[in-house]
C-alpha cells in the first residue's frame, strides 16, 4: 500500500531518477583510451593481458571494474598515490554511461 502511493506520488512529482544513456562506440573508445592511457608507462605481460580485456570489454561496466587491474599495475610501477590519482582522474569520462551511484573514487 505506501508503495503504491509512494509510486503515485513520485510520478506525480516526477522524481524520477535519470538513468544514464546507453554508451555509444565512441564512448566506449575514449573510455579504453583514457583507460589504457592511465597506464601506457607500464610495461610487462600484465599490461599487455589488462590491455587485450579493455578491448574485449563490451560495456563501460565491464571497463569499470578493470580499473582495479589497471591500479595494481600502476601502483606497481609507480606508488599508490600515483595510481590513486590516475584512476580517479577517469571518473569523468564514465560519467553519463553509468549510474552515479556505481560511480566512486578509489
Known amino acids: 500500500m505506501i508503495r503504491s502511493i509512494s ?3 513520485g510520478r506525480t512529482l516526477g ?3 535519470a538513468r544514464p544513456r546507453r554508451a555509444s562506440l565512441k564512448d566506449m573508445a575514449s573510455i579504453r583510451r583514457a583507460l589504457i592511457g592511465s597506464f601506457d608507462d607500464c610495461e610487462g605481460e600484465s599490461a599487455q593481458r589488462l590491455c587485450q580485456r579493455i578491448e574485449t570489454a563490451r560495456t563501460p561496466q565491464e571497463l569499470w571494474l578493470l580499473r582495479n587491474d589497471a591500479y595494481q599495475i600502476i601502483a606497481q610501477r609507480h606508488d599508490q598515490a600515483v595510481a590513486t590519482e590516475r584512476i580517479n582522474g577517469l571518473i569523468p569520462t ?3 554511461c553509468m549510474d552515479p551511484r556505481q560511480i566512486g573514487p578509489v
Do not use: A, D, V
Open 94 to 96: 564514465f560519467q553519463g
Open 15 to 17: 522524481t524520477r531518477k
Open 7 to 9: 509510486r503515485i506520488i
